[in-house]
């Protein structure tokens, strides 16, 4: 079953000589349930617009976006805020460059309460199950993403982008500044967690290994067009 579907996504930008850049060129995309789909490319090839553009903070200039088969390019007001919902971000230490000042507790709680009717007590159960599903101790709660380490922060990271259950998780290079063990960690959490809740993922990050290891299909951008579409393992036993 098809989750998220682009068709032909091209974003272009004014560049500050004036001239026009096509950051993302024709690109089509496809993501099955429950699958990975991993992205690659050196920087400044186009994958945080063609993510821009899938998580719906940006429309694209041309292209088509379908979700569950329906075309959500266009969406405006309370139903793009209702949609954007069901995909979420965790990004290269999330925690401390978008919610340094909030507690654990309070991170993971935000998005329940901005966009759910819960009574305090519920709230609570729901951020202690969180917590636990990321494998951060209780304890954790009161503490504030500086005094934690880079992958508790991850962890933490993960944990709030889950909190509205969302059926697609975008990752973007979301382990990529962690210590190699600590991205192995990492990585299986994410593999169990998917599993588990027969998540969706877009998994980018420039390290062809690592996206190989954690994909069942593989793009590689280059000058903002996809060059190479290969199941996971191809992309392996090519490299
Ligand atoms: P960054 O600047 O984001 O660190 P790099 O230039 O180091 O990215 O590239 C990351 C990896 O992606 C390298 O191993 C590179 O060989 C690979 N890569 C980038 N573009 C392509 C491509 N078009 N085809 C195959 N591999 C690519
Ligand atoms: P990547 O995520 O692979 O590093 P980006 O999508 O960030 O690539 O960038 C692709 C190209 O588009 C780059 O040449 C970048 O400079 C350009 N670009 C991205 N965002 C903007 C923007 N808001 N305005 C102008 N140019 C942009």
């Not at 950051?23 to 349930?33: M, P």
């Not at 210590?179 to 599993?195: C, G």
Request: hydrophobic share 35%; net charge positive.
């Amino acid at each position: 079953e098809i989750i998220l579907e682009g068709r032909g996504l091209t974003r272009r930008y004014k560049t500050d000589t004036g001239q026009t850049l096509t950051a993302c060129r024709g690109v089509d995309l496809t993501l099955h349930k429950g699958k990975t789909l991993g992205i690659v490319g050196e920087s400044g090839c186009g994958k945080s617009t063609l993510l821009r553009m899938v998580t719906q903070l940006e429309q694209p200039d041309e292209g088509r976006l379908f979700y569950f088969g329906k075309d959500i390019t266009s969406l405006k007001g309370e139903e793009l805020r209702k949609n954007r919902r069901h995909i979420q971000m965790v990004f290269q230490d999330s925690s401390a460059a978008f919610f340094p000042r909030m507690k654990v507790s309070e991170a993971v709680s935000e998005p329940l309460r901005n966009f759910k009717r819960l009574s305090q007590r519920e709230v609570d159960r729901q951020v202690s199950k969180l917590l636990e599903l990321v494998e951060l101790p209780e304890s954790f709660s009161e503490r504030y993403p500086h005094s934690m380490s880079g992958g508790q922060r991850q962890r933490l990271g993960i944990a709030r982008a889950l909190a509205l259950n969302p059926d697609v998780l975008v990752c973007d290079e979301a382990t990529s500044a962690l210590d190699v063990s600590v991205q192995q960690r990492i990585i299986q959490l994410l593999a169990e967690i998917q599993r588990e809740r027969k998540l969706s993922m877009i998994f980018v990050c420039h390290d062809l290994a690592l996206v190989q290891s954690m994909s069942h299909q593989i793009m590689v951008m280059y000058l903002g067009g996809v060059v190479e579409s290969l199941p996971g393992n191809q992309m392996w036993e090519r490299a």
